[in-house]
Structures are given as C-alpha cells and as structure tokens.
C-alpha cells in the first residue's frame, strides 16, 4: 500500500488536504462522479429525511453542508457524508420521547441532536479517539444494523401499501401492517411495487444507471395522469430556499445536554458505519485514513447540519461506491455535489413536490434492503457450528450469539435499547475473552512444540507438563489461566513450564498468582518453571518476584525441561 496515514498536525495536513497537489485531468471525473452521485443523493436524502421523522426538504438542508465540511476536515477522498437510515432511524428513536408531539419541536431537536453529535465527534477526535469504533464488534454491528434495516423496512411497507401506519416496536409494526391487508390501495401498492422493482432491477442490471431515474419516472406520470387527484398519496410542498443558520430553539440548555448520552451513541455507530466505507475506497486507491481526522471531519459535518437546520449525517457506503465507481478522485466530486444541491434547494423542489410516497417508501426499502445481511449472519452460524477446540469454538458461538442478541433487541425494545444491548453485548464478549484465554498444552514433534489440541496424535510425556497461555496475563484472567494449570496436572507430572513466549505482558496481580502457584505445585512434588520469557514479562517477573524463580527464566522450553544442573 502507498501512502501515509494524514499526520495529526494541521501544518501538515490543511484543509481540504485531499485537493493538495491537484492536477487538472482529475476535474472531469471528480464532476462526472459528483453529477452521479447527486442523482443519487437528493432522493435518498429526502427518503431518509422521512426515517427521522422531519420534513424530506431537511434531508437536503443536512447534506450540503455535510459535503463540505467533511471534505474540509476529513481525511478520505471518496468517502460520501450525508443523511443515512441507520443513524436517521435512531435520530427518530431518541427524538420522538422527547418532542411532546410537536412537530416544531421535532424538527429543532433533530437538529439539535446533529449539533451534540457533531461536538462530540469534533472533541473525540482532537483528543485522540479513533479507537472507540472498535468498541462494536463486528457480529454486533452486523446484528444491529440487520435488526435496525428488518425495523426501516417495516416502518415504509405501509407507505407501499397505501395504509395508516401503526407506531411501537417491530413486532407491533409488523401485526399492523398484517392486521389492515385487507384495505390495501391498488393504485399505491402499483406504483409501489413497479417503483421497487425498477430500482432494485437497476441496481441488479445496470448498477451504473442512478436509481433516481425511477423517481423522475414516478414524478412524471403522477403530473401526466393526475394520479394525486386519483387517491396516490404524495410528498407535497417543499420548502424552497436555503435553509435558517443558527442553533435550533430547543427551550434552552437542558435540551443539548439531555442529549449527550443518546448522542454518543448516534456517533459511535455513524462513525463505524463511515470508518468502513473510508477504508475500503482507501485500500482500492492505495492511500490510508485517519480515524482521528474521520472523527474531526464527522463532528464538523455533523454541527454544521444541525446548525442548518439538517439532521445527523455519516460516510455512506453506498454513495461512497457510487463516487468511487464514477471515477472520483478527490473530495471536489463531493463539493459539486453539495453545489448541485444548494440549487436544488433553489430552484428544483417544485420537481419533487409530485414525487409519490410510495415511490419514496420503495427507494428507502431498495436502500436498505442489502443491509439485511443474511449471508454473514449463515457464515457466523456455520462457524459456530464447526468442529473447533473448546475456546475457539466458544468464541465463534458467542460472535453468532452476539449478533443475534443485538438484532433481537432491536426488533422486540426498539432501536435505541437495542443499541445499548448491543453495546453491552460488545463489552460482555470482550470481558469474558480476555478472561478466558486458551492454554494450550504442548507436545514436541520434532525441533517444534505444537498445541496437542490442534495434533491429537501426538503423546506427551506424562511427566512434564509444557504449557502456552495465548494472551497477555493480568488481573482479569489469572484465576482462569491458574485454574486450566492445575486442572492440566496429573499424579504422573513433575515439571510444570510455563512458555511465556506468547505472553508479552504480566501484571503484579498475576504475577502474584505464579508465586502462589508455584508454592501449591511444590507441596504436590511439581516445580513450576518458566522459559522464553520477553519484554515485560520478563522485566516484571525478574524484579518483582526473583525469589519465587531463583534460576531464572530459561531461553527454551528444553532447557527448562533441562533443569538448571543438567545440559538440555
């Protein structure tokens, strides 16, 4: 891979940093992939807009500013920034509690919570936080995002259908929609369902063809057939014009700071979602990101949305695929996009003011239905399910385990719950791995000593016992690595080694624990030894309890076996 990863330092990496260095044979592809991708912005950006429970037009108010402040600060040059479902869905989650069903009110605490998103996001990344998006696992991420989707997709089939929507969880979502089939509208459920497929065949088909040529499609034969005057519900007025600048009347203070805790939240799974999408069109082009400059550049996009009057934005994998399949080079394909959409706020809304609900519900249901991701959670179940050794197999369990546990909480306590059980999921698996690491027992074939698990065929010597601890050893799992010890020895054992090779870290605690381990072994006539000690390991044990390892650490496992009177 070429390429840095942008230094921290702002003499070193100014503003628009992708743009330095431009060169002009990068202007027609950088427009081509912004034309391109504003095809696909403004229908989704009004769709979403609709998940967060505020007018479409807001959609547009987010993603202009977005597009420029992230391109200003962050550290991707393909990554897209603007309104996405997942974090649109939870916006909606944590503001409706809240807004007292003020519509008013609504909208200024969606923007409101873009504003705490953002500060959030723009302080994590000054001080160095990148690291926080590894507090989701992965399973867990999968499980939520599919949870949150299967919940999307519910909330628009009414929309589909031409039938009242019914408000609570999942499950409750999902009876509504089966308990009113029966009053179905024929001409909603047709241009519903024609929308949906055509989308969904053109993504199949011809992925380069923008699916907003449905939406143009909808849009005209509504104005051509009357089809409003016909029943056909439609998005209606939009507001034209650039959006108020300022903070949102919220009431006051209070209202920001009830939102941090719901905020963090929004910004850890936005910043996974667009640390992704970075990644990946980094890796194609041979560059690297920063985690730290994407923190920056989310929290800057963020405020500037809600100090718009938008909502909260993330990298959007997407739009990202659609910019990087254009041809994009730089962020300049996004600060066209945010051009073109200014004038569309301008002088285009009027296009879309005919635009059918249904047809919006159908580019919702088309964007997220690829984040149903069911072929990862099979995989996860077919690891699971595989003949593995004991911890292995465990952790592949509990990944499965995981994402089922986040994708249920999503569906049966909501979204927001579901987050947390999903973030607490996370923390548990995490805690219980680093608990519990695998000791390996090993035998020698030949110059090599291998994990007896992994090579059944192989006999041990029933008198010493050569053991591998596969982590660091520390408070947290040294009762469980004494305990796998002891439960190792037989009458037969003598000798106990210790490979401490594996181990490249020991605290006091632990270190503790060998001492009293190796006090219990010598009253059963073992001698617990300790070889291919390094770096802190060794520091810790040599100074803090020689008296417990007189002899010292031995270089090999042979030597150990040796003893320190006989050659090994």
Known sequence: MTGTAPPSSSKRWPLFGSLQGYRSRWVRPDVLAGLTVWAVLVPEALAYATIAGVPPVVGLYAAAPALVLYAALGSSKHLVVGPMSATAALSAAIIGPVAGGDPARFVALTAALAIVTGVLGLLAGLVRLGFIATFISEPVLKGFIVGLALTIIIGQV??????????????????????????????????????????????????????????????????????????????????????????????????????????????????????????????????RVSANRELTGLGAANIGSGMCSGMVVNG????????????????????????????????????????????????????????????????????????????????????????????????????????IIGIVASMVLLLYRVSRPHVARLTRKDAAWLDIDRHPGLAPDPTVLVVRVEAGLFFANSDHVRDRIQAMCTPATRIVILDAET??????????????????????????????????????????????????????????????????
């Open 316 to 419: 959007s994998l997407s739009k990202t695929a659609v910019n990087g399949s254009a041809g994009a080079r730089t962020q300049l394909s996004g600060l066209v996009v945010a051009a073109l959409t200014v004038i569309t706020l301008l002088f285009l809304t009027g296009l879309f003011q005919q635009l059918p609900e249904a047809t919006l519900a159908a580019v919702v249901i088309a964007a997220v239905v690829e984040l149903v991701d069911i072929a990862s959670l099979r995989r996860l179940f077919g690891v699971s399910t595989a003949r593995l050794g004991s911890i292995y197999g465990f952790a592949a369990r509990a990944d499965f385990a995981a994402a089922i546990i986040a994708l249920l909480g999503v569906l049966i306590f909501d979204t927001l719950p579901g987050l």
């Open 158 to 287: 009414p929309k589909l259908l031409g039938i009242p929507k019914t408000g609570g969880d999942f499950l409750e979502q999902t009876w509504g929609v089966l308990t009113q089939l029966g009053d179905v509208d024929g001409l909603t459920v047709l241009i519903g369902g024609v929308s949906l497929t055509a989308v969904l065949a053109l993504r199949r088909w011809l992925p380069l063809v923008p699916g907003s040529l449905v939406v143009l499609a909808a849009i005209a034969a509504t104005a051509m057939f009357g089809l409003d005057q016909r029943g056909l519900d439609i998005v209606g007025p939009i507001q034209a014009g650039l959006p108020a600048i300022g903070l949102p009347g919220t009431g006051g203070p209070g209202a920001y700071l009830d939102l941090i805790g719901p905020a963090a939240g929004v910004l850890i799974i936005g910043f996974a979602e667009g640390l992704g999408a970075a990644k990946t069109y980094a890796t194609k082009a041979g560059y």
């Open 503 to 568: 181990s490249p870290f020991i605290d006091i605690t632990a270190a503790t624990m060998l001492v009293g381990l190796a006090d219990t072994l010598h009253r059963q006539g073992i001698e617990l030894r300790i070889a291919r000690d390094i770096g802190q390991f060794r520091d810790v044990i040599g100074r803090v309890v020689p008296e417990a390892f007189h002899h010292g650490a031995y270089p090999t496992i042979d030597t150990a076996i040796a003893g320190p009177d006989q050659p090994p």
